[in-house]
C-alpha cells in the first residue's frame, strides 16, 4: 500500500465530510421553524423574533450561514443546544462515545462468534451445523431491530426473569460491572443481526474457497484438514467478511437509533431522536454529520485492512 494511494483516500473522505456538511446543512433549513422560533415560542411577537433573527445570524444569505457552521465545527463548535441551552459538542461527544461502548461490543462479539460459526458450517457444507445456522441466520436477518429488542425486552428484563434493567446506563468508570448489566441488551440485539449477515458470508466464502485450486494442492501436499482451513482458506474467506462489516457499521449507525429509542440508552441515536421531536437544528446537524463521518472512516479503514490482509492487493 503506498503512501499515495492513502493520502487520495485521505483527500476523498475529506471531500465526503465537505459535501456531507454542505447537505446536512441545506437539509436542515428546509425544516419548518427556525431556531429564532424554537427559542422564543410560536407564540412570540414578529418585533421578537426580527430581533433574534438578526443576533443570530438568521437573515444572512444561507451561504453565509453554511460558512459561519462549517468555519465553527472546523473549531470544534458545534453551537448551542436550542432544548438545553448547553454547547452541542461536549453533549454529542459524550453520546457518541457511549454508542460507541455499545457498537465496539457488538463487533467484537459478532468477531468471536459469527466467524468461527461461518467457519464451521462452510467446512461441513450441508451437515447439521450448516442447516443450523441456515435457520438462525435468516431469523436473525428477517427480525427488525425494534421487534428483536422489544422481545428481548419483555423476556429478559420483564417481571418473569428480570435478568437485565429495562433501561439506563452506568459509566464504566463508576462500577464496571453495573456498566455490563446495563448495555448487555442492546449489545445482545445488535450482535444476533450483526452475526446473520457476517456468518452467512464468511461460510458462502468459506464453500468457494475449499473448492479452489490452491486449497486443492494444499491438500495434495498431505496438510491437514486444520491446516487447509486456518492456514490458508480461512484468510482468503475473511476479505469479503471485511467489506460487510464495513457495511455493517453503516447499519449500527442506523440501528443503535431504534436501540437505544427502545431501551432508553443514552447514545448518539436517542440524542438524535430528542433532537428531531424538539427541532434542535444544531444538535441534529452535528449528529448527523458525525454519524455520517463515522461510516466514511469504517470505509476507509476496510480499504486499508483490504491491503493488509491481501499482499496480492495493489493500491497506487
Not at 460558512?67 to 470544534?76: D, H, K, N
Not at 437505544?260 to 454529520?289: S, Y
Request: include cysteine; charge should be neutral; hydrophobic fraction near 55%.
Amino acid at each position: 500500500m503506498s503512501a499515495t494511494f492513502l493520502l487520495r483516500r485521505i483527500a476523498y473522505l475529506a471531500l465526503t465530510a465537505l459535501l456531507v456538511s454542505l447537505i446536512v446543512f441545506s437539509v436542515t433549513q428546509l425544516l419548518p421553524a427556525n431556531a429564532a422560533t424554537m427559542i422564543l415560542g410560536e407564540y412570540a411577537t414578529d418585533e421578537a423574533l426580527t430581533a433574534l433573527n438578526a443576533k443570530l445570524g438568521l437573515d444572512d444569505p444561507a451561504l453565509v450561514q453554511y460558512g459561519r457552521w462549517l468555519g465553527g465545527v472546523l473549531q470544534g463548535d458545534f453551537g448551542t443546544s436550542l432544548r438545553t441551552g448547553q454547547p452541542v459538542g461536549p453533549t454529542i461527544l459524550d453520546a457518541l462515545g457511549r454508542s460507541a461502548i455499545l457498537a465496539v461490543f457488538s463487533l467484537l462479539l459478532v468477531c468471536v462468534i459469527a466467524i468461527p460459526l461461518g467457519v464451521i458450517a462452510g467446512s461441513r457444507r450441508g451437515g447439521p451445523a450448516d442447516l443450523g445456522l441456515s435457520v438462525v441466520s435468516y431469523l436473525g436477518v428477517s427480525l427488525p431491530e425494534f421487534v428483536l429488542a422489544t422481545l428481548l425486552l419483555a423476556w429478559l428484563a420483564g417481571p418473569a426473569i428480570g435478568m437485565f434493567p429495562a433501561s439506563g446506563y452506568t459509566p464504566f468508570s463508576e462500577d464496571f460491572g453495573d456498566a455490563l448489566h446495563h448495555i448487555a441488551l442492546p449489545v445482545i440485539t445488535l450482535t444476533i443481526i450483526l452475526i446473520a449477515h457476517i456468518s452467512r458470508m464468511v461460510r458462502s466464502e468459506m464453500v468457494d474457497t475449499l473448492q479452489s485450486d490452491f486449497v486443492r494442492a494444499a491438500r495434495l501436499r498431505g496438510l491437514s484438514k486444520r491446516q487447509v482451513i486456518y492456514g490458508h482458506a480461512l484468510r482468503n474467506s475473511m476479505l469479503p467478511a471485511i467489506t460487510v462489516i464495513a457495511l455493517d457499521v453503516g447499519y449500527l449507525i442506523g440501528g443503535v437509533i431504534v436501540v437505544e429509542e427502545v431501551f432508553a440508552f443514552p447514545g448518539i441515536g436517542r440524542q438524535l431522536i430528542l433532537a428531531i421531536q424538539n427541532r434542535d437544528l444544531p444538535m441534529l446537524q452535528a449528529g448527523a454529520l458525525i454519524m455520517a463521518l463515522t461510516y466514511a472512516l469504517a470505509n476507509l479503514m476496510a480499504d486499508l485492512a483490504y491491503a493488509a490482509l491481501d499482499k496480492r492487493i495493489q493500491f497506487k
